[in-house]
């Protein structure tokens, strides 16, 4: 299946302004290595950050789990609808409140 995951547009935008300080061939394969994982399927794309997770060395991997940690983070608030969210808030004292905010 698919993954139905929109990007970060602000995370894509700095990793795009990262890309652009590279030379026009180094830009161009990792370009080309972000299609080729863009339109693989679900099993395939497994398959490919489990080469690439086993050739990482540890500073690499250190980037990859803080990586991931980051993109696991899920406003639930904002997942679900307004009414919802303004229930669940409501039944918080204030010093839980401003934790939250």
């Known amino acids: 299946s698919k993954c139905r995951r929109a990007a970060d547009e602000t995370k894509m935008g700095f990793i795009q302004s990262e890309?652009?300080?590279l030379p026009t061939a180094d830009q161009e394969a990792i370009t080309h290595v972000w299609s080729?994982?863009?339109a693989a399927p679900s099993k395939q794309r497994e398959l490919m950050l489990q080469g690439i997770i086993t050739q990482c060395?540890?500073?690499q991997l250190s980037t990859?789990?803080?990586e991931v940690q980051e993109q696991l983070k899920?406003?639930?608030l904002a997942a679900?609808?307004?009414e919802l969210s303004y229930k669940i808030l409501s039944h918080l004292d204030t010093v839980s409140?401003?934790?939250a905010a």
């Open 19 to 21: 890309l652009n300080s």
């Open 36 to 38: 080729l994982f863009s």
């Open 57 to 59: 060395c540890f500073p």
């Open 64 to 66: 990859v789990s803080r």
């Open 74 to 76: 899920i406003d639930f």
């Open 80 to 82: 679900l609808p307004t």
């Open 97 to 99: 409140l401003c934790k």
